[in-house]
Structure formats: C-alpha cells, structure tokens
C-alpha cells in the first residue's frame, strides 16, 4: 500500500453534495481516521447510479482513497453486507446523529470508539419506534467521547445527586441544585442517564431539555439545523 492510501475502511457518509458537472463532496465518519473529506468523481452521471446510491447518508460502507491534504480522492466504495439501514421516520433521527457528529467532530480525530458507538446507535434506531431514549444516550456518549465531560450522579459541589432533589444544569459545572420545586431537572431523570436506565415520559423530556443546552454551549451558543427541520416535518407528517 502506497503511502496516503487506505483501503477498504470502514465508514459512514455523514454528507454529500454536488461538484462540479459528475462528482460529489463527502463528507465521512471512518473508524480509523475519524471525520474525513473526500472527492467521489463521476459518480453522478447515468452509468454511475449503483455508485452514488451507496454514497447516501446512513449506511455502513467500506470505502477506500488516496492523496494527502483535505480532500483525498475516493476510490472505490462497497456495501457493509452485515448492516441493516434505517428506515421512515428513524432516518430523521439517524441525520440528527450525522448533524451532530459533524459539528462537534474535528476532521482528521480519529475515536474508534465513537465510531463503534456511532455505529451501534444508528443499530439501536434501525429497530425502534421511538428513538428519544436511544438519542439522549448518544448524545451523553458523544459528549464524554470529546473529552468536554457530563457529570451525572454528582451536583456541582460534589455531592451524589438525590432522586427527589431538583436541578438546572450547568454545561461547565454539571447538576446545580436548586431549592425551586419547579426546577427543570429531576434527581431521578440525572440518574438514569447515569446509570443507562430508560427514564419515564417525564423525564426524557427533562433529559432533552438538559442535553440541548449542554450541546448548544459545547456548539458557541449556535443551534443545529435539525432542532428546527425535525419538529416542523414531525408537524407536517401529523397533520390529516
């Protein structure tokens, strides 16, 4: 193998779009070279269809390229045969987890373990009906995976998080308690997170709130797209 090339990798298309008249910009989670940049060329053109139909967000691929700087060029791409794809309303939970994965990952990081959680994730979504559970447990890994931190079962000052307390949490300092018996954040919905046990109704949408400002710190303040797109397609699908 020469050098700058790597063969077969396994690996997701997080994003593709155009360029120029035939070929695509990828952007790709791989497990030994983290997010990655890549030129697919001629994969747009008629004779090209089965190629660009792997080239979709979500699917296990291994996929090969050469060259050095930020974009190498693919050179061949082949399913994952063991890899069940997701399908209806999981694949908008499955581009949330490309969105994120994007945003937060650096290019050129590699986290093997990530991807192996990464990979599981887009498992677990494929067979469920009701994956907010599936993405709070994500979004936690992911976050600790980057190094930032979630402190869960102990408050900013050290002590273990009590079931029946309150808190607000502080994406820098972790759970606050707070005296409010209003406060957004139940002892029991921190511990399950902690402890990987399914909270209840309640508490996953405490848990949503709570990962959705510890993101958004972690993102400059910025908001991601799918946290406007998602609830207005939810809409949409409901509606008679």
Not at 47 to 66: D, E, F, G, V
Not at 89 to 99: P, Q, R
Not at 108 to 135: C, K, M, N, V
């Amino acid at each position: 193998m020469s050098a700058g090339t790597v063969l077969l990798e396994p690996a997701f298309v997080l994003h593709a779009r155009a360029y120029r008249e035939t070929s695509l910009l990828l952007e790709a989670f791989s497990r030994a070279h983290g997010r990655i940049g890549l030129i697919a060329r001629g994969v747009r053109g008629p004779r090209a269809q089965s190629t660009r139909a792997l080239l979709q967000p979500l699917q296990r691929l291994r996929m090969s390229w050469r060259g050095r700087g930020e974009l190498p060029l693919m050179t061949a791409v082949e399913a994952d045969a063991l890899y069940r794809d997701l399908t209806g309303d999981t694949v908008l939970a499955g581009l949330y987890v490309n969105e994120l994965i994007l945003r937060l990952l650096p290019r050129a990081d590699p986290h093997p373990e990530l991807f192996d959680r990464y990979s599981q994730a887009l498992a677990e979504l494929s067979s469920t009906a009701a994956p907010a559970w599936s993405l709070r447990r994500f979004e936690r890994d992911l976050v600790i995976a980057l190094g930032y931190g979630l402190p869960l079962a102990t408050d900013s000052e050290g002590r273990p998080v009590q079931p029946q307390a309150r808190y607000r949490y502080d994406p820098e300092h972790g759970p606050v308690a707070t005296t409010a018996a209003a406060g957004p954040l139940g002892g029991t919905a921190l511990l399950a997170l902690a402890q990987d046990r399914a909270p209840d109704a309640a508490g996953l949408r405490e848990l949503r709130r709570m990962m959705r400002r510890v993101l958004r710190f972690h993102l400059g303040g910025r908001d991601l797209e799918s946290w406007r797109v998602l609830p207005e397609l939810v809409r949409r699908r409901s509606r008679p």
